[in-house]
C-alpha cells in the first residue's frame, strides 16, 4: 500500500502551504490537487466552474483525484474533493487522511473572493453555508483531526507529524 498523506479541509485552511511545510519535514514529495486539475485542463479553477457549473467542475475534480498514484507523497486537496466519492474511497486506499479543521470566524477573516478563489459554492450560498455543509464530510473521511486553532504553519505541522507517529513508514 502507497504510503502518502492526504489534507482536506475548507479552502483557506492552509492545506498547500502545510502540505509544503510537511512534505519538507517528512522528507516526501508534495502535490497540489487543485494544480493538477489546472494542468489537466489548461484552465483555472474558477474558469472551469464558469465554463462547465460547479456540478461540471465537481466531476473533472472526483476524475483527476481518483486517478492519482504516488508514494510517500503529501497530497493537499480542494476544498470540494470530499464531494467525491471515488475520490475520496481512492484517496483513503494511498494514504492517511488528515482534516484540517479551521473555526468558521477564522475563515470567515481569511478568505477573499471566493469565486476568484475558484471555490465550488452554489449560487445564493454563503461561506457559513458551505462551511456547515462540508464540515461533517470532512469528519466523515478524516483518519486524523487537527485543530489549526491558535497554531502557527509549524505548530500544525508539528501537531500533525506527532499524530501520524508510527502509523505511517517512512
Not at 17 to 32: E, M
Not at 54 to 68: A, M, P, Q, W
Request: aromatic content about 6%.
Amino acid at each position: 500500500m502507497a504510503e502518502n498523506i492526504i489534507l482536506i479541509g475548507m479552502p483557506g485552511a492552509g492545506k498547500s502551504t502545510v502540505g509544503v511545510v510537511l512534505a519538507k519535514v517528512l522528507g516526501y514529495d508534495f502535490i497540489d490537487s487543485d494544480l493538477l486539475i489546472q494542468a489537466e485542463t489548461g484552465k483555472r479553477l474558477f474558469e472551469i466552474i464558469n465554463a462547465s457549473g460547479i456540478d461540471g467542475f465537481l466531476k473533472v475534480e472526483n476524475e483527476v483525484n481518483s486517478r492519482i498514484e504516488t508514494n510517500h507523497t503529501v497530497i493537499a486537496t480542494g476544498g470540494s474533493v470530499i464531494y467525491g466519492e471515488e475520490a475520496m474511497a481512492h484517496l483513503k486506499s494511498i494514504g492517511t487522511v488528515v482534516y484540517i479543521q479551521v473555526p468558521y470566524a477564522d475563515l470567515e477573516k481569511r478568505l477573499g473572493n471566493l469565486l476568484k478563489r475558484g471555490v465550488a459554492i452554489r449560487n445564493g450560498s454563503t461561506l457559513k453555508d458551505l462551511y456547515d455543509e462540508r464540515v461533517p464530510l470532512y469528519e466523515k473521511y478524516a483518519d486524523i483531526t487537527v485543530d489549526e486553532r491558535d497554531k502557527g504553519i509549524r505548530e500544525v505541522v508539528k501537531t500533525i507529524e506527532h499524530m501520524l507517529e508510527g502509523s505511517v513508514r517512512r
